[in-house]
């Protein structure tokens, strides 16, 4: 009886092993069905579709055109046309002009820096964590990669954001030169919240403040000067 078993358990593992066997030939010969016939000649720019359904065309733009259709848009540039406005009243103030050397730190997509390059200005940097080219470069705000005193201007619109507010300041004023500025502005605030900001501004004195439309939002500008004997 014992023996009678024991060529069934032989037979069937015999068969398994046959039927695993054929199962994983035919699945490593058979080609597999997708959108993309193999004798389609190969198109460089258009990307590979997403799944084997995803069957429409995607165009493949190149950094500088797709930097140039992204800088077209209604959104972009009202964006732009708001900091323009921003930085024109520093213009009229005497505070900035063509040939003044700006730090835009946190510069986001860039919306600032391009602002102020399309108002004439030769000397425009914006840095932010992920670069944005052409306009921003990689770098991170704590520990600018720039020589003390290099620029006459220092802006940031993201001083709230800072992680470490103090350090960060500290950076700006760094790069700044002596009786330099540096400007930021943040979300609308009273004399008290002023107070505070402008004590995180160690090594220049309170020009001052005042509150302004940015991106359609009420926003506080703060400025300060660089202190001679810093």
Sequence with gaps: MERHIQRFLNKVSFVSITVATLTLLFLFIQTPKTC????????????????TCDFSP?????????????????????????????????YQMGLLNNHSKVLCC?????????????????DVSGVELIQSLPVVSR????????FDGAFDVAFSGHLAEALYP????????????????????????????????????????????????????RMTRIIMRIKVSA
């Design 58 to 90: 995607c165009h493949y733009l190149p950094l500088r055109k797709k930097n140039a259709h992204i800088c077209s848009s209604k959104s972009w540039m009202t964006q732009v046309h708001s900091f323009s406005q921003f930085f024109t009243e520093l």
């Design 36 to 51: 993309i016939s193999p004798y389609t000649p190969l198109k460089p720019h258009l990307r590979f579709p997403k799944s």
């Design 106 to 122: 946190s510069a986001g997509a860039g919306h600032e820096v391009m602002a102020l390059s399309k108002m004439g200005l030769e």
């Design 139 to 146: 770098a991170d705000p704590l520990n600018l990669p720039f």
């Design 166 to 217: 103090t350090r960060y300041v500290g950076d700006m004023e760094r790069t700044v030169r002596k009786s330099g500025l540096c400007v930021v502005v943040v979300d609308e605030c009273d004399k008290e919240e002023v107070k505070e900001i402008v004590r995180l501004f160690r090594k220049s004195r309170l020009v001052g403040s005042t509150a302004v439309t940015l991106n359609g939002r």
